[in-house]
C-alpha cells in the first residue's frame, strides 16, 4: 500500500470512526438501550482508533539513530 492509498484509507476509518461515535450517543441516550449492541460499538470504535494510530504510523518516516 502506498502513502496516497495509506492517506485515503486513514480517512475513510476516521468518518466510520466518527460516524459510530455519534451511533453510540444515540443509543446511550435512548432508555431502551441494549447494553451489549453498545459495547460492541464501543469496542470496534477502540480498534478502529488503533488501527487508523497503526496506517498514520506507516506515514511517518524513520529517523535515522
Keep these: ?3 496516497e492509498q495509506v492517506r ?9 470512526h466518527r460516524d ?3 451511533a453510540i450517543a444515540l443509543l446511550a441516550a435512548s432508555p431502551t438501550s441494549n447494553a451489549l449492541q453498545l459495547q460492541r460499538l464501543k ?13 498514520q504510523m506507516r506515514l511517518v518516516p524513520d529517523i535515522p539513530a
Excluded at 43 to 55: M, V
Design 1 to 3: 500500500m502506498d502513502a
Design 8 to 16: 485515503a484509507r486513514v480517512i475513510e476509518l476516521e468518518i466510520e
Design 20 to 22: 459510530l461515535d455519534a
Design 43 to 55: 469496542k470496534r470504535k477502540l480498534q478502529l482508533k488503533d488501527y487508523i494510530i497503526q496506517l
